[in-house]
C-alpha cells in the first residue's frame, strides 16, 4: 500500500492512551497480523502468546494502546533492554502502528510520549526503536519524534531453542 492510497478517517474527539487489558487481546493480534501484512509478512502470534506475555506469571512486554471508545486505533509494544556496559536500562518500541485512516492524526505521536513516560517511570535512560531500511517514511517521523539514527555496527545472529 502507497501513503497516496490511505484513507484518511475522521479524527476521533476523544482518544486515551493506556496500557493494554486483557479485553484489548483480539484486536492487538489483528493489529499485529496487519502489521507484519503492511512489511509482507505473515503474522504467527495468537492471543494465547500474546496473553501469555503481556498477563501471564511472568509478563515479558508491555501494551499501550489508542483506544477511541469503540475500537483500538493503534497499539506500541515495548519490551526491555540493557546495556551491560553502561550499566543502563533501556525499552525497545518493538512494534508502533496506527490502523489505516487514522495516521498524521497524532496517535503514533501520543503513544511515543506514553512509551517514553512509561520508560522513565521504569527507571530507563533511553528508548529505542528500528524500522526496516527502505521505510522512510518511518524514518522520517522516529527522526521528528527526536530520535537519533545509529549505523549499523555489525550482524545479528539467531539460534532456535527449539528442540
Known amino acids: 500500500m502507497t501513503e497516496d492510497s490511505e484513507i484518511s478517517l475522521e479524527r476521533p474527539r476523544l482518544m486515551t492512551i493506556r496500557k493494554a487489558v486483557e479485553n484489548d487481546i483480539p484486536e492487538i493480534v489483528e493489529m499485529i497480523g496487519l502489521l507484519a501484512a503492511h512489511h509482507g509478512d505473515v503474522s504467527e502470534a495468537t492471543a494465547d502468546q500474546l496473553h501469555r506475555d503481556l498477563f501471564g506469571p511472568a509478563p515479558w512486554v508491555m501494551a499501550l494502546v489508542a483506544d477511541a471508545g469503540a475500537g483500538l486505533l ?36 501520543h503513544l511515543i510520549e506514553r512509551a517514553r513516560n512509561f520508560a522513565r517511570a521504569a527507571g530507563c535512560e533511553y528508548l529505542s526503536v528500528s524500522a526496516t531500511t527502505g521505510n522512510i517514511s518511518a524514518h522520517k517521523f522516529y527522526e521528528q519524534m527526536a530520535f537519533i539514527p545509529r549505523p549499523v555496527t555489525g550482524m545479528r545472529y539467531l539460534q532456535s531453542l527449539a528442540e
Open 74 to 109: 493503534g497499539y506500541a509494544l515495548l519490551t526491555p533492554l540493557y546495556r551491560a556496559q553502561q550499566g543502563k536500562r533501556g525499552m525497545d518500541l518493538h512494534h508502533l502502528f496506527v490502523r489505516d485512516g487514522h495516521r498524521s492524526h497524532g496517535v503514533g505521536q
